[in-house]
């Protein structure tokens, strides 16, 4: 039995989060607030999404909390959300599928059109911020202390320093205590406020008020870093143009883009970038993909062609239908799946957080030890362990720990998104960095997926006939063969037959009553086992296979009508994203539904092993097996990929590819190249190495300076430089791959 809970999912755009403990202070505060569920927050979109039931906690109590923590927070989107639930079962995820995913809508009905919130000026200078003035307070205070200890007797000097020292802390402190009211009491403004506190009571007044500043300067540091790595993001974002020419009735008119309806038409001047997605209905022009898919060289795209909103008419005048809505384009489609996959961590970051739940407590109480048990056990100065036990307070803060991962995934998903490669998460990153083995689909994956009637073997009816027929049986699939066949019959004039109840036979063919009689075009394996295949049939079957072409058999009331052959061109790139492949150490391997001998002759011509005459379950298996070898990543495009997509290790979905695979798949190559198969991999395993350095900088750092401060070598001020030291290194290490270039060899 289930119980059914009602309630909205609201969204809020929360600013001043700098690392991933900021996230988390945000998410314990709401999470204990009653009626809230599934609460998350991601750190570089800087969104707080979460379940709220009705009749329990108001909106602006749950920004009440956020602000109360000193956080920003916007206006609250909310829709209406209903969750099936199992009794003593965990709520299931609120979101689809991010490429599939509709906007959220907001709380008027609207929607928000690109599925991340542009702000409509830039964000404040830091010197302009609130930490930002507060660093810049502070350090005037400092320095008017150092000249009061000039000028003046040490006393009066003590108490400048003091009133910087608490200046500079009483934000902290307001802070930490809202913290711990909301249930986070081991933060790093809490063992601020400990350490200032502490080294104000020891008259160590100079260093605190130093340390104080220091931590505000670092705290600066931060928010810029990661507004730095926000960018990225923000850029996907304003690719689409704010208003669309609309053509109706003959007249065009200035338009709001996010308004554009599915069906309407647009038109796209030489130069205009395309405000949404759609098909060409006149005109051709070269389309500049590049911001989008990350392609450097424009297409020449005609009447009947697929553009993308974002991209750029660089030609001549495009009428084109919209296909898509706003909230639904390819670049509000991109920017959901990088805000998704932010909120899918990855393996190891979810270890560090369990981590420093006990990581942070311990150090509070190893940093109590410090200052008892010398003093009370061997007779030690009570205030020299005091001043090391706030030193070890200091370092011990995990900031650059807990942020060392989310950092670097954040920075890749956005390096991804930029050159076409898009990932759901960290979980899917580690997977990646560690496959060593490839399976493809054939057909529109190492193919183009626009294969051409090549021959034409009329058995029992005329070429016409068998055109004809075929025609009917296929018309209104999306297959690549059938849409091959139906151009053909379009291009000799052959009619199709009338036909009732058309369906597809998965990993068969197609089935229809053409004037009241079964007919279907299927493999010749299926056409075997219904018996319908003589000598004769079979022999032209298998000289065609031998030459690397694909055969579909024509019957109608049991009776072979002909054959029809096709042959699909290799992408341009196959070969060399084979070779990439293995530059990596790398097996490649085709899985494809195709009969042995097509596969034999393409394999062999692309060096690689392949499986053939597969059905949907039968590439399961293969990945299945291939999985007892090693992890395996299974790149398809199609319906029957679906499976094995989501069997193997990493599923990647062509970014032409049925919207089955992309919501099977962990991953999409919007720019359909095999070679970035290979790119992806480069990414990931260029993104788990920057990870192991981030944990190097954070742990090695800290483990130095604990060191130290026991022995009395170091002091509050380096603690400081060590905490956020490590925090800003480790930010602007994962920054790096934001200008990692995925496509180059290494």
């Known amino acids: 039995m289930t119980a059914e809970v009602v309630g909205e999912t609201c969204e809020w755009t929360v600013s001043g989060m700098d690392c991933a403990s900021c996230a988390a202070k945000i998410r314990v505060a709401v999470e204990r607030l009653p009626g809230v569920s599934n609460a998350s927050i991601a750190l570089m979109s800087e969104k707080l999404t979460l379940v709220l039931a009705p009749g329990t906690t108001p909106r602006a109590s749950i920004e009440a909390a956020v602000t109360g923590l000193g956080y920003g927070i916007g206006a609250a989107r909310a829709s209406k959300a209903k969750t099936l639930v199992l009794p003593g079962a965990a709520a299931p995820d609120a979101g689809d599928h991010p490429l599939n995913a509709p906007a959220q ?13 542009v702000p409509a000026e830039p964000h404040a200078s830091w010197h302009r911020s609130r930490k930002g003035r507060l660093a810049i307070g502070t350090g005037l205070l400092l320095a008017g202390a150092w000249l009061v ?31 711990l009211r909301a249930g986070s009491p081991f933060t790093i403004e809490m063992l601020m406020t400990i350490a200032a506190s502490g080294a104000l009571f020891i008259d160590a007044a100079e260093e605190a008020a130093l340390v104080v500043w220091l931590f505000a300067v ?10 730095r790595a926000r960018d990225g993001i923000r850029a996907l974002a304003r690719l689409v143009p704010k208003t669309a020419l609309l053509e109706e009735g003959g007249v065009v008119r200035q338009v709001a883009a996010a308004g554009l309806r599915i069906g309407q038409t647009v038109i796209i001047r030489p130069g205009d970038r395309i405000a949404a997605d759609g098909k060409i209905i006149e005109g051709r022009s070269g389309i500049d993909e590049s911001p989008v898919t990350g392609e450097s ?28 809505a706003a909230e639904d384009n390819t670049i509000a489609r991109i920017i ?30 190893v940093a109590l030890l410090a200052a008892l048990v010398p003093t009370f056990a061997f007779g030690q100065p009570g205030e020299v362990w005091t001043y090391r036990a706030l030193a070890l307070l200091l370092i011990g803060c995990p900031c650059a720990l807990v942020i060392s991962v989310p950092a670097a995934i954040a920075s890749a998903l956005s390096t991804g998104a930029r050159h076409g490669l898009l990932m759901k998460g960290g979980a899917v990153i580690e997977a990646a960095a560690r496959t060593t083995q490839v399976a493809f689909d054939k057909t529109g994956t190492l193919t183009l997926g626009r294969p051409v009637v090549t021959d034409l073997v009329p058995l029992g009816a005329d070429g016409t006939e068998l055109l004809a027929l075929a025609a009917a049986v296929e018309a209104g699939s999306s297959h690549p063969f059938a849409e091959a066949i139906l151009r053909r019959a379009a291009a000799s004039g052959a009619a199709a037959l009338p036909a009732v109840g058309a369906r597809a036979v998965v990993g068969n063919g197609a089935c229809a009553s053409v004037n009241g009689a079964p007919a279907w075009v299927a493999s010749p394996a299926h056409a075997a086992r219904e018996g319908v295949l003589g000598t004769e049939s079979t022999r032209r079957i298998a000289a065609l296979e031998a030459e690397g072409k694909s055969v579909v058999v024509v019957a109608r009331a049991g009776q072979c009508l002909g054959l029809i052959a096709l042959r699909d061109e290799l992408r341009a790139d ?82 032409a590819g049925t919207d089955v695979a992309l919501e099977a798949a962990d991953a999409a190559l919007m720019r359909n190249r095999v070679a970035d198969v290979a790119a992806m991999i480069r990414l990931a395993r260029a993104t788990m190495a920057n990870i192991r350095q981030n944990l190097a900088i954070a742990l090695g750092l800290k483990a130095v300076f604990l060191v130290t401060t026991i022995l009395g070598v170091t002091g509050l001020w380096i603690a400081v430089l060590a905490d956020t030291g490590a925090t800003v290194l480790v930010t602007l290490n994962a920054m790096r791959l934001l200008g990692f270039r995925p496509e180059r060899l290494r």
């Open 105 to 117: 809508a907001t709380a008027n009905g609207n929607s928000a059109p690109w599925g991340l919130d």
């Open 149 to 179: 200890k000039l000028a003046a007797n040490d006393q009066a000097a003590g108490l400048a320093f003091a009133f910087a020292c608490l200046v500079g802390v009483a934000p902290l402190a307001w802070r930490a205590l809202a913290a």
């Open 336 to 365: 959901r799946l990088v805000e998704e996959a932010e909120a899918a961590r990855a393996p190891t970051a979810r270890f560090i957080d369990r981590f420093s739940r006990w990581y942070m407590p311990a150090i509070v109480g």
């Open 218 to 227: 670092g705290e600066v540091l931060e928010g810029v870093a990661a507004g």
């Open 574 to 655: 196959a070969a060399e994203g084979l070779r990439q492949l293995a530059a990596l150490r790398i097996t490649p391997v085709m899985l494809t539904g195709d009969n042995a001998r097509t596969a034999r002759a393409l394999a062999a011509g692309l060096g690689l092993d392949y499986q053939a005459a597969l059905m949907p379950e039968g590439k399961v298996a293969a990945v299945r097996a291939l999985a007892a070898k090693g992890r395996v990543m299974m790149v398809g495009d199609g319906i029957n990929d679906a499976p094995a997509l989501a069997q193997a290790s990493v599923g990647v979905a062509m970014g």
């Open 297 to 324: 060289l424009p297409k020449t795209r005609g009447p009947g062609e697929r553009v993308f909103a974002g991209s750029i008419n660089a030609e001549a005048v495009l009428r084109v239908r919209v296909m898509r």
